[in-house]
């Protein structure tokens, strides 16, 4: 497509719930990236996929997270047994150089 | 760990007046990035320096990269009330990916 695209773009979940994220990036993109930005705050770097590379996912807050990212292309994120302080915006970008293209977020509110 | 500082964190100023952010790094970057944040919005790629003392002007904005590669720093001469947002530097990570640090971001409010 020609951006990339993220969905949902809210969820309100209750708190224990898992919640699954999905980006689809810009097509032929061979990086994505996965970040949270919490409220009036910083980018905070989740997890990276490089082509068929492990991923790196040295960001990845605690083990209820985790990516995949399937054909090099679609990537969801899955957070198990949501807790309060996941609520934030779920940033993915994508690049092909040095530069991001970053979808619109996805606002996750754990209630 | 590597860290990208901005100062300041938050500016509010009256239309027509300049601004001015910061960037540091505790590393040498092989290249930094500018991205702009609009109010509710997502992060959109500004520009990138590469070169040592490189300095790159987008109509009012101007970038600057530091001789030694670990500062930079965005200007605004005469802001507008269209550019309020939040402004973030981003570096590449020193392990060698392409995974970047980012700021925590200077927020500009402009006031008509």
């Known amino acids: 497509g020609a951006g990339v695209s993220q969905s949902p773009s809210n969820k309100v979940t209750e708190k224990g719930k898992d919640v699954e994220l999905r980006c689809d990036p810009i097509s032929g993109h061979t990086a994505l990236y996965w970040y949270r930005q919490s409220l009036g705050q910083g980018l905070e770097f989740l997890i990276y996929?490089?082509?068929?590379?492990?991923?790196?996912k040295s960001g990845l807050p605690s083990d209820r997270f985790s990516a995949e990212r399937t054909g090099g292309s679609v990537s969801t994120l899955t957070i198990q047994r949501t807790q309060q302080e996941d609520s934030a915006v779920y940033l993915c970008?994508?690049?092909?150089?040095?530069?991001?293209?970053f979808g619109s977020g996805t606002r996750l509110t754990v209630v | 760990g590597q860290q990208v500082m901005q100062i300041p964190q938050y500016q509010h100023v009256q239309e027509g007046e300049d601004f001015t952010t910061y960037c540091n790094s505790s590393t040498t970057l092989s290249n930094i990035q500018w991205y702009k944040q609009r109010p509710g919005g997502h992060p959109v790629f500004l520009i990138q320096?590469?070169?040592?003392?490189e300095v790159k002007k987008q109509k009012r904005l101007t970038f600057q990269f530091g001789e030694a590669k670990k500062n930079s720093s965005l200007h605004i001469t005469a802001t507008q009330t269209t550019d309020v947002g939040t402004y973030f530097c981003a570096g590449p990570n020193s392990g060698g990916y392409n995974k970047l640090i980012f700021g925590a971001g200077t927020r500009l409010a402009v006031h008509p």
């Open positions: 320096l590469v070169k040592s003392g």
């Open positions: 970008a994508s690049s092909l150089g040095a530069s991001y293209t």
């Open positions: 996929f490089q082509g068929n590379s492990a991923p790196d």
